[in-house]
């Protein structure tokens, strides 16, 4: 590969008729001033990046760094262009660690239009003035096009969305957020009876309950006649794990039923009562969860809006952050997520059909 370079004098003008005759310099569409690259190169550059890194791609073309950085400054949006949308169906609020275990959390903010998932923020960190803000930025225009938020429980999320939103536009709790908590909970006591039997059990006996997780974690359509098996024993030695089974079952298939949010409401309130009357007391804590925030997760019934969409992005965030060794940066995280969205759309040159 051999260094092309272009020696450019671009051309200057000065006004007669201007007071001082100001000068003016000639500008051409194919260089950026004070860049020592032209605009073709810079985009073939930010194509490269689609699906790598800063440093990659700078060893690769061996051109600095911060060169490199420069480019995406001047080609990607800091922040989301909302000219772009004429509606937006669903927001989804949720949140990632820029760092692992050291609580820098920051919000991430999608919208679901149609099939399509996009990017509309990361919001520094996620206070619920933070996120409010941003909410409270949105053009008017486009507030009136969403119809849900989809959140978990986090009350900074909720509070905001009601305060921005009002009560035109339902917050939906998901519905997975809400069964990894109540699937918790029978997970907990399986511990707790899978210990007390491994030490009142012969080892023969005991051996018989092998493969018991598993079991109980899949959806009963789906277990083979050997976790039955292994089922049924579990359940003979411990009937109250088999009580809060079929509780667990009895939410989830709630869930899946096609019913209204008046008929959700009321068959929540049954199977809470269900659980108090069976004595268990493995579900305290979803209990109360489930008192406190029963409406809106009941505004799932209405048109079944879940945070998957929300989900699904963030695992691309994940990927994204592990590639780079982590982007501690808000702006440039937001930057390096449009790029990998839609940077083949941007700098890909297109085939003109003759």
Same mark, same amino acid.
């Given at each position: 590969?051999?260094?092309?370079?272009?020696?450019?004098?671009?051309?200057?003008?000065?006004?007669?008729?201007?007071?001082?005759?100001?000068?003016?310099? &000639?500008?051409?569409?194919?260089?950026?001033?004070?860049?020592?690259?032209?605009?073709?190169?810079?985009?073939?550059?930010?194509?490269?990046?689609?699906?790598?890194?800063?440093?990659?791609?700078?060893?690769?073309?061996?051109?600095?760094?911060?060169? +490199?950085?420069?480019?995406?400054?001047?080609?990607?949006?800091?922040?989301?262009?909302?000219?772009?949308?004429?509606?937006?169906?669903? +927001?989804?609020?949720?949140?990632?660690?820029?760092?692992?275990?050291?609580?820098?959390?920051?919000?991430?903010?999608?919208?679901?239009?149609?099939?399509?998932?996009?990017?509309?923020?990361?919001?520094?960190?996620?206070?619920?003035?933070?996120?409010? =803000? #941003?909410?409270?930025?949105?053009?008017?225009?486009?507030?009136?096009?969403?119809?849900?938020?989809?959140?978990?429980?986090?009350?900074? #999320?909720?509070?905001?969305?009601?305060?921005?939103?009002?009560?035109?536009?339902?917050?939906?709790?998901?519905?997975?957020?809400?069964?990894?908590?109540?699937?918790?909970?029978?997970?907990?006591?399986?511990?707790?009876?899978?210990?007390?039997?491994?030490?009142?059990?012969?080892?023969?006996?005991?051996? &018989?309950?092998?493969? =018991?997780?598993?079991?109980?974690?899949?959806?009963?359509?789906?277990?083979?006649?050997?976790?039955?098996? +292994?089922?049924?024993?579990?359940? =003979?030695?411990?009937?109250?794990? &088999?009580?809060?089974?079929?509780?667990?079952?009895?939410?989830?298939?709630?869930?899946?039923?096609?019913?209204?949010?008046?008929?959700?409401?009321?068959?929540?309130?049954?199977?809470?009562?269900?659980?108090?009357?069976?004595?268990?007391?493995?579900?305290?804590?979803?209990?109360?969860?489930?008192?406190?925030?029963?409406?809106?997760?009941?505004?799932?019934?209405?048109?079944?809006?879940?945070?998957?969409?929300?989900?699904?992005?963030?695992?691309?965030?994940?990927?994204?952050?592990?590639?780079?060794?982590?982007?501690?940066?808000?702006?440039?995280?937001?930057?390096?997520? &449009?790029?990998?969205?839609?940077?083949?759309?941007?700098?890909?040159?297109?085939?003109?059909?003759?």
């Amino acid at each position: 590969m051999r260094r092309i370079y272009i020696r450019l004098r671009p051309k200057r003008y000065q006004c007669p008729h201007c007071h001082g005759n100001s000068t003016t310099t &000639q500008r051409l569409s194919w260089y950026t001033p004070r860049s020592a690259y032209t605009r073709a190169y810079e985009e073939q550059i930010l194509l490269s990046l689609v699906n790598s890194t800063v440093e990659d791609v700078s060893i690769k073309e061996d051109i600095g760094y911060e060169a +490199i950085m420069g480019m995406i400054d001047r080609h990607i949006c800091h922040t989301i262009d909302w000219h772009q949308f004429t509606r937006l169906d669903v +927001i989804g609020l949720d949140e990632i660690a820029l760092k692992k275990g050291h609580k820098n959390f920051v919000t991430i903010v999608t919208g679901r239009l149609e099939e399509e998932t996009v990017i509309l923020g990361v919001l520094k960190d996620r206070q619920k003035a933070t996120v409010k =803000a #941003f909410l409270s930025e949105m053009p008017r225009h486009l507030c009136q096009t969403i119809r849900a938020v989809c959140s978990d429980m986090y009350e900074g #999320f909720v509070n905001a969305a009601k305060e921005v939103f009002g009560k035109r536009v339902k917050i939906v709790i998901d519905r997975f957020h809400v069964a990894k908590l109540y699937r918790s909970r029978v997970d907990s006591l399986r511990k707790q009876e899978l210990k007390r039997l491994k030490q009142t059990l012969s080892e023969e006996e005991y051996g &018989q309950l092998k493969g =018991a997780i598993w079991a109980l974690r899949k959806k009963e359509e789906k277990l083979t006649d050997k976790d039955k098996d +292994i089922l049924a024993c579990l359940f =003979a030695y411990s009937p109250c794990l &088999q009580t809060a089974y079929a509780l667990c079952g009895a939410l989830t298939s709630l869930f899946d039923r096609q019913i209204s949010k008046r008929v959700g409401k009321r068959a929540l309130k049954k199977w809470m009562k269900e659980v108090r009357e069976s004595g268990l007391r493995c579900f305290d804590s979803f209990l109360s969860t489930l008192e406190t925030w029963i409406d809106d997760i009941a505004n799932y019934f209405i048109d079944r809006h879940t945070s998957g969409f929300v989900e699904g992005f963030n695992n691309k965030l994940k990927v994204i952050k592990r590639r780079c060794y982590g982007i501690l940066n808000v702006t440039h995280l937001f930057q390096r997520i &449009q790029l990998d969205l839609y940077g083949y759309a941007l700098f890909v040159p297109k085939i003109i059909e003759l």
